[in-house]
């Protein structure tokens, strides 16, 4: 039974909070939404190993300030571009179209429930929509078995239009993930991130120089 005051029904978050999807504010912290997408698995987990919403996040963010030239705001809304996913799960695209606006709606609530908490103000920057196809690019590249990649013959086109930084990606174990995460929200810059005991799986190589989407590296 909802709380008095409150609507529809209730999880219990990570941190015990309970949390209504339908009636989201007041119930947001960051430690939730940092522990839920390092074990919530991008690409409905359909990966050889699991790949996390936090790490997916992480990545945006670093991209939006290194390659994209965003600032702390724009860095912060890379963050939390998903964080709805805590609370209502990463339906594959595919699933989300199935579902229709029943799922929409409960995602543009909690989505704007976490802009307000989070101070994020005015539209998603446009940074946001470029970082997020660059993370595509490159976890279908590094993540992804070479014998898929006629299966993303769809995005092949779009993907053409997109310059990839010099970097390389790996599966980061949750907690290394979820650590992140939270480093990321707390920390100005993307040096601050990785501790060199996990720099094994999330290497930058030392050339500056770029590659196009779709080029072998």
């Known amino acids: 039974m909802p709380a008095e005051g409150r609507v529809g029904y209730w999880l219990t978050t990570y941190s015990g909070k309970q949390f209504y999807p339908q009636d989201p504010f007041g119930d947001i912290c960051i430690e939730d939404i940092a522990h839920a997408l390092s074990i919530e698995p991008r690409f409905g987990g359909h990966l050889p190993q699991p790949y996390s919403v936090a790490q997916h996040s992480v990545l945006a963010s670093s991209i939006v300030e290194t390659f994209l030239g965003g600032n702390r705001s724009d860095q912060k809304w890379a963050l939390l571009h998903d964080a709805s996913e805590a609370y209502l799960k990463d339906l594959p695209l595919p699933v989300k179209k199935c579902v229709g606006s029943a799922y929409a709606d409960l ?3 909690v989505s704007f429930a976490i802009e307000k908490h989070f101070h994020l103000t005015g539209p998603e920057p446009e940074k946001i929509k470029k970082a997020d196809l660059i993370c595509l690019a490159i976890e279908r590249r590094d993540l992804f078995p070479a ?3 006629h299966f993303w013959a769809l995005v092949d086109d779009m993907e053409k239009q997109v310059v990839l930084p010099d970097l390389s990606i790996g599966f980061l174990d949750w907690r290394d993930a979820k650590s992140a995460f939270l480093r990321r929200y707390r920390s100005s810059s993307v040096a601050d991130l990785f501790p ?3 720099r094994s799986s999330w ?11 779709g080029t072998s590296g």
């Open 107 to 109: 995602e543009s609530r």
């Open 196 to 198: 060199s005991a996990s």
């Open 203 to 213: 290497s930058a190589p030392p050339s500056s120089a770029t590659r196009t989407a």
């Open 147 to 149: 014998s898929h990649a």
